[in-house]
């Protein structure tokens, strides 16, 4: 039930906000704003029926105070830029805020306006949101961190259609997001990382956009899910993700600083997009699209590749290198290619490189139509053809007595 | 989407995609589609055409789980009968022209 509020000065015997005394005796507020400045450090500020605010309202946490919405919901239903909750700038903020469900719409407003949650600028404090849901039908995000904050959430739960995120982190000072979901709903984002914030154990979601958007910061233990678009994006460090998608590319990777240990996985689209970049024991897989895709000179370790129908790994950049990988299709077709490069160059080194293939008329490498002298060594084949025919050995050097050769 | 390498559709919206540039435009699925989806389509959560690459085809995927498909089915262009390789070029001429 959905609840009008008035405004009142001070505590009494009714209202839906409530503070409890060592005794359990309870003050009540009619108003979350007067609860809010009644309340001390190490209280609890406890809700007892759902509110819809229409006034351009927004309460300031306090350091320490705490809240519990008992499974109620507060809408602020309005047209201006007002967020709901707010943890100020340049200021500790550390509270709980537990079973609320935080609504935010009616605004129209841009980014850094009408979020459900902002953190300040410069402010810090740990914020755990345990059981509580931050939801923005406007088009604000769900928890914003604004430039510079250094706040740490855990356990929201975020939902948000814009594409700065459900969660959005606009702060390259450290802040951190752990055990947490952003669902980005009609193209909007999951999790937003956009010039920085470290995530951990973190889940993006999103329809058509991105599930966890990675332009900076560091990702650790983390998945985002898209239907159509990328399920992961990174251009930072991310370790121990996993990227999902659809139709989209499964982990889009692009001119990023680490990945490490790192799974992207799609239907249709690329499971591992690789752009200029560097990625260490990471696997990719696609049922009808090639598992691995690499370009500009992007360069892979102990990766694996699986393509189910197509050819395996899209490679058309001369510059760039396979080691010790394991490149798989396993679509019994002429075109169930190793490596193919659609009619350009292949990585110029693969080393130490399994290729299983599933036709015998499916080269191993394929390029075209130039030749190209390739440094392949130490590699083993089954089920596939020869090279193309365009592909010559680039090693001219012996071992050493050693067993040592020069590339 | 002239540049377009595969088109997917998912319910009621055509995705379209370069899988090189990683390029995405978004149509919605309106009854001009009819009789692509009247030849092709039947129970499968996605449909993805393959214009070139790997090879030109239809593939259905049904009962997808974590990105995973329980079940699909592939029907290259060079075994589709006249009548649906003219549907399928029409098809395809028509999101090229998008």
Redesign the interface.
Known sequence: MSTQINIASSGGATGIWGISNSSGVYTYYTTLTLAMTAATAGQTIEMFADVVETGAVTVTLKNGVNINGNGHTYTLNNSGLNHALSAANSVTTSCNIINLNVVRTGSTGSLFDNSCLILGINGSGVINCSGSTFRNSGSGCGILYNSSSIHEINNAVAYATTAYGAIGIFTNVGAKLNNSIGYGTSGGTGIRCHNGGDIQNCTGVSDSGTGIHGLGGNHSNSVGISASGAGFFSAAISSNCVGRSTSGVGFDIQSATSIINCVGMSVSGVGLYVLAAYIYNCTGISASSRGLQLLSGAVAYNTTSRSTSSYSVFANSSLSEIYNSTIISNWNNAGGIGISSNNTTVPSVILNTTFLLSNASAPYLFNGPAAQAVSTRGNTYRGGGAYSVLITQAIVAVEDSQGNIFL | MENVT?I?I?VD?I?C?D??T?E?V?YPLTSEYDFFMNEFSDTQ??L?V?IT???ARI?K?YT?E????KS?T?LNYSDMTEEQKVIWDSFVLMIKSK
């Open positions: 595969k997917d998912i919206t995705y995609y899988e090189i990683n995405r978004n959560e996605l993805t393959n690459d790997p090879i593939m995927f997808i974590n990105s995973i498909p699909f592939e």
